[in-house]
């Protein structure tokens, strides 16, 4: 297991050199965001970036995103271009040495939330949603969702919406395997492994289409292109906002099988209607059982990425929410206690 964590790059106010002194941290987790959707991310960009994570003495070996356009998803005629940019920018990544691509494939809102700064008990604060909040959403309205605000113009969303009314699950899946058919070969030629992330929350949202959800969409996903390179980012938080999916199982079964490339860790405390909010990493504060997961993992013999995903904001810490740099550093060393933990008990030095 190799020890991740996000970073914004030069515009998050968590710095490398911070990042660096969290005991056991391997690698950064990045990505480009000058360059538009759909572009090519050029060698000279990608070198950039590396070299910067290099000079901090980390590891970039894992980007999060490399966004997936629209069209694709929607299946335009435009996605040719754009899928072939796409694997352009793959043996670009690859050449540079990065091993695991993480993307995901939801329509429109790449994550949802209802309040982005939940107070909770401690003082602490945290993002969270609300199932009938999001229903009461009226996006028709203009958008007022948080996080997004700036994110479309209110044309550009009523056309993306509009376009969406067309796509069902069924078909945005057949989208999803016409991008994987296309895109695994090129991935495993550049030496890299594509990680989908699961939808965030796991439920349909607003009418669009969420394919991404549960255990049997993932095994439908993965079979799309039976090949290691087809593999799953596993975040816990967003996958544990469904309490049906059995988390430590479907590590075990999907690790077992080698298709998961990159672990996100988060709890999240889920009620039975779905609404939810993060919290800290520990398995006590809910309802993610961290410590099964983990030895899931260990006893799979995962070797790939972990990152603590989302942290609450503590210590009048104020920055991007959820990528505060405090909570998710206690993350990062609660999952490396876990996981030492689960070598010595197995007899592995240390
Ligand atoms: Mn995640």
Not at 3 to 29: E, K
Not at 152 to 169: F, N, T
Not at 291 to 300: F, I, P, W
Request: charged share 25%.
């Amino acid at each position: 297991m190799k020890m991740t964590f996000r970073w914004y790059g030069d515009d998050d106010p968590v710095t490398l050199s911070a990042i660096r002194q969290i005991p056991g941290m391997y690698g950064i987790v990045s990505a480009i965001y000058e360059t538009p959707v759909g572009e090519v991310w050029t060698p000279e960009a990608i070198a950039a970036l590396k070299g910067k994570i290099n000079r901090a003495g980390l590891a970039f070996e894992v980007v999060e995103s490399v966004p997936v356009h629209e069209d694709i998803k929607l299946g335009k005629p435009s996605r040719d271009r754009l899928i072939a940019n796409y694997g352009e920018t793959l043996r670009n990544l690859g050449a540079a040495g990065v091993k695991v691509v993480c993307y995901n494939f939801m329509p429109v809102f790449d994550w949802t939330r209802t309040d982005l700064a939940l107070q909770l008990a401690d003082g602490s604060n945290a993002l969270s949603f609300n199932a009938a909040e999001a229903d009461a959403i009226d996006l028709s309205k203009g958008l007022s969702l948080p996080g997004w605000d700036a994110s479309y113009k209110p044309e550009e969303l009523a056309s993306l919406l509009e376009e969406y009314g067309a796509i069902d699950e069924a078909q945005l899946l057949e989208n999803l395997a016409f991008f994987l058919k296309a895109i695994i070969p090129l991935a495993e030629e550049a030496g890299l492994r594509m990680a989908i992330h699961p939808d965030d929350p796991p439920r349909p949202i607003f009418g669009l289409p969420r394919i991404v959800k549960n255990r049997a969409d993932l095994e439908r996903i993965l079979a799309v292109v039976d090949n290691p390179a087809n593999a799953l980012t596993f975040c816990t938080g967003s996958l544990g906002a469904d309490l049906g999916n059995d988390l430590p199982a479907m590590v075990r079964e999907f690790s077992g099988r080698d298709r998961i490339a990159f672990a996100h860790l988060r709890n999240v405390k889920t009620s039975p209607a779905g609404d939810f909010n993060e919290v800290a990493h520990l398995s006590s504060e809910g309802s993610v059982d961290m410590g099964a997961v983990l030895r899931a993992y260990y006893e799979t013999g995962f070797d790939g990425y972990f990152r603590p995903d989302h942290g609450r904001m503590i210590w009048s810490e104020t920055g991007k929410p959820g990528y505060g740099l405090y909570d998710r550093a206690l993350g990062a060393v609660y999952l490396n206690g876990i996981w030492e933990g689960l070598r010595k008990a197995a007899g592995a030095p240390a």
